[in-house]
Each structure stands twice: as structure tokens, then as C-alpha cells.
């Protein structure tokens, strides 16, 4: 009898399932393929001795191998480290076998290989080795736009792809602050998701603590609470910072829609509204500027992003551009 025995590279060496250490104690043999297999040491530590052999490369041949070892009793072999086994090795076993999955990923393991990656790439690749958190705000933004792209044409497959371009840029990110010491702003991935983890957490108290909400206004209203009282908070333990404002926090490098909206709805917060004094500026582009104020204005009295409505405008108005090139011309 064989056993197959797959274990996950993102899990620890060592922590296998009972039946992973069962078939382990139990076996006459128990075979790897390189003296580097990563559960080598572990099973060493639980006084498992493996036997590294010259396993050959092709499937037939290691399949010929496994086979005649497990003639005489039986035997495990140590499948490099990864969540499948070799369906051509698999196919060519001329006894009986069983594949046993000793470890297995939890929800987000595959994570930790973005960060490998990332690793990689950062000290082997000139262009990687280069990059600063300046250099990479343009694809920071870029990426996000991307993601925002297939969203608005239903394409739900592509952003699979371009979420996965997001998230390359908080690695990135995430790997260049890891260069600098703690004592000067430096901060690895795990930093990133402990900050993340506690804030979801603390801004969400209807689910890990006890406040009671009844829709999804009570959530909004008790997250911009939330987010008011931290404001202050961080304000109480500087004493040389600027006195707390609703405006602390926005994004003034967002787009220009966007920033107006924020500022409107931060600003309606504090009491004030826009235009502030009824006026107009004298010159035509503040004019301008403040019909688009307005424009902002009554798109949020109707609870709509200008932002999205403006993008769905433009879709719209791209439809009808390519619409009149492919019309026959009179």
C-alpha cells in the first residue's frame, strides 16, 4: 500500500493531521524526493526517519519506483510540498494507493505567497530594487481605476485580475516600509493587517461588541462617530497639532467630483453648506467652479455619488460616439 502524502508549503512543518502521522508511524517506508523537503526536520524531531532517494524525473519512472518499494509493506511518500498530486504519477502506480492531504490552507494562506513574491522581487529586479512610495502613486491609482473599470461594465471576471493588481500595490507598499527602521516610519504587511484588523474591529461594534443597529444608516452614522471621536483622539495626544476638523482625513489628491462631495458632506457635519455666503467668484473659471459646486450639491440632497453619475455619463456618452462612427454616413 502507498500513500501519497500532500502538505501545504504555507502551513508549518510539523503540523499535520492524525492521519498524517498515523500513516507516518505506521509505514515500513517513509520516502522523499530531496533532502530539502521542508517536513524532513519535523518528522527527524518525532523520531520518523525518511529516506531521501534519487527520485527520478519523469512520472512512469518515480511511479516505477514507489511501486516496487511498496511491494514489501507499506510506504509514504512525501510529495513535493504543494496541494495537488501528479496526476501522471498517480496514473502510472501499479499498486494500490491512496492520496492523503496532511495539511491544508486556511481562507487567505495563499496571501503569504504574495508576500514571497514580493520579496523576490524586490532584491532581484532592477526595476522592483528602483520603485518608492513616489514612484508608485501613479499605478496606486492607476490599478484602482482599473478595478473600478470592470465593475461598471459587468465584467466580474476581469476583476478578479485587476483586484489582484490592487493588491500588488499594498504589497509593494508594504515591502519598501519594511526597509526603514520602526523609529522612522518603517512598517511591515503584518503592520498593514493588524491596523486594518483593529480598526474593522473598532468601527464595528454592532458585530464584535455590544451595540445594537437596526439598518444600514445606524452602521454609517456610527462609523463617522467613530471615526469623529478617533479624530479627536489623535488630535488630544499632540499637542502641537492644528485644533480637530470634520475635514481631517480627506483625500484632497482624489478626484476633483469626489473631493467636492467629501467636503460637502464633512462640511454639512459642521453646519456649513455650499455656497457658503451666496456669493460667486468674480472670474469666470470660479464661476464655473462653483456651478459645480452645486451640481455636487444636489446630486448628494439625492443621496447619488456625482462621481459614479458622472462616470455613467461619460460610458454613456463613449456609447454613443462609437454608435455614430459604425452608423453608415449619409
Known amino acids: 500500500m502507498l500513500t ?10 510539523g503540523l499535520l493531521s492524525w492521519q498524517a502521522w498515523s ?8 520516502l522523499a524526493g530531496s533532502a530539502g523537503h521542508p517536513q524532513l526536520p519535523a518528522l527527524t524531531a518525532a523520531g520518523v526517519t525518511a529516506e531521501v532517494v534519487d527520485a527520478p524525473a519523469d512520472a512512469s519512472s518515480l511511479a516505477a519506483l514507489l511501486s516496487a518499494a511498496s511491494v514489501d509493506g ?12 501528479d496526476a501522471g504519477l498517480l496514473s502510472a502506480l501499479s499498486v494500490e494507493f491512496a492520496v492523503l492531504h496532511g495539511s491544508h490552507d486556511l481562507p487567505g494562506a495563499h496571501l503569504l505567497d504574495v508576500v514571497t513574491v514580493m520579496d523576490r522581487l524586490r532584491t532581484s529586479c532592477p526595476w522592483d530594487r528602483e520603485q518608492t512610495h513616489s514612484s508608485l502613486t501613479r499605478y496606486l491609482l492607476e490599478e484602482a481605476y482599473e478595478a473600478v473599470e470592470t465593475v461598471e461594465s459587468g465584467d466580474l471576471t476581469a ?18 516600509a519594511a526597509e526603514r527602521p520602526p523609529g522612522e516610519g518603517g512598517y511591515t504587511i ?17 458585530v464584535f461588541a455590544d451595540v445594537s443597529v437596526s439598518s444600514a444608516d445606524d452602521v454609517s452614522r456610527n462609523w463617522d462617530d467613530i471615526k469623529e471621536a478617533e479624530r ?16 481631517d482625513g480627506v483625500a484632497f489628491g482624489q478626484p476633483a467630483l469626489s473631493l467636492a462631495a467629501q467636503l460637502q458632506r464633512r462640511a454639512e457635519r459642521a453646519g456649513v453648506t455650499f455656497p ?27 443621496g447619488l455619488d456625482p462621481e459614479l453619475a458622472l462616470r455613467a455619463a461619460a460610458r454613456a456618452f463613449a456609447d ?3 454608435a455614430r462612427e459604425r452608423s453608415p454616413r449619409s
Open 320 to 322: 454613443r460616439v462609437r
Open 276 to 302: 457658503p455666503d451666496g456669493t460667486r467668484a468674480p472670474d469666470g473659471a470660479g464661476e464655473l467652479g462653483d456651478e459645480l459646486m452645486r451640481v455636487v450639491a444636489r446630486a448628494c440632497e439625492a
Open 190 to 206: 503584518d503592520d498593514v493587517a493588524d491596523t486594518l484588523v483593529a480598526k474593522l474591529i473598532r468601527r464595528h461594534p454592532h
Open 232 to 247: 479627536a483622539q489623535r488630535s488630544a495626544a499632540s499637542a502641537s497639532a492644528a485644533p480637530p476638523s470634520v475635514l
Open 74 to 85: 507499506p510506504v509514504v511518500w512525501l510529495a513535493p510540498a504543494g496541494e495537488h498530486a
Open 23 to 30: 500513516a507516518l508511524r505506521s509505514a515500513s517506508r517513509v
Open 4 to 13: 501519497v502524502l500532500l502538505t501545504s508549503p504555507r502551513v508549518a512543518p
Open 159 to 176: 476583476l478578479r485580475e485587476e483586484l489582484g493588481d490592487v493588491l500588488l500595490q499594498v504589497a509593494f507598499h508594504a515591502r519598501i
